[in-house]
């Protein structure tokens, strides 16, 4: 079972940047998707982008302004975060699900779908005001 940290969010201004890191733990890291969601107040758990190996996917809300990575020990997600607006206010979390893929088999690919996560870290507070 893949265990998840999520770094303190922050407090920012309109326009500006943030970044959020993810410390993953267990064992066959590789063999999981991962993905960053949100939750505002009052809304629905929305799915921010996903992960799974070279693939990469974005919520519309966030396209052209966030990016996810992975650094090259594979051990922390980031997910910087620019141009950022009050909309985006929200608890973000990260999350991963069981993805197992070998050599020759279907490229790779993940969802936003929140059903398909079964671990998840505990939350990290974006607030994004003047």
């Known amino acids: 079972q893949v265990q998840l940290v999520e770094s303190e969010g922050g407090l920012v201004q309109p326009g500006g940047s943030l970044r959020l890191s993810c410390a993953i733990s267990?064992?066959?890291?590789?063999?999981?998707?991962y993905g960053w969601f949100r939750q505002a107040p009052g809304k629905e758990r929305e799915g921010v982008s996903c992960?799974?190996?070279?693939?990469?996917h974005y919520g519309d809300a966030v396209k052209g302004r966030f990016i996810m990575s992975r650094d090259s020990a594979k051990t922390t997600l980031y997910l910087e975060m620019s141009s950022l607006e009050p909309g985006d206010t929200a608890v973000y979390y990260c999350?991963?699900?069981?993805?197992?893929?070998?050599?020759?088999?279907?490229?790779?690919?993940?969802?936003?779908?929140?059903?398909?996560?079964?671990?998840w870290g505990r939350g990290a507070q974006v607030s994004v005001s003047e």
């Open positions: 999350a991963a699900y069981w993805n197992p893929w070998s050599v020759g088999g279907p490229p790779p690919s993940c969802t936003l779908d929140r059903k398909k996560y079964r671990a």
């Open positions: 992960m799974c190996r070279e693939f990469s």
């Open positions: 267990g064992e066959d890291l590789d063999l999981y998707a």
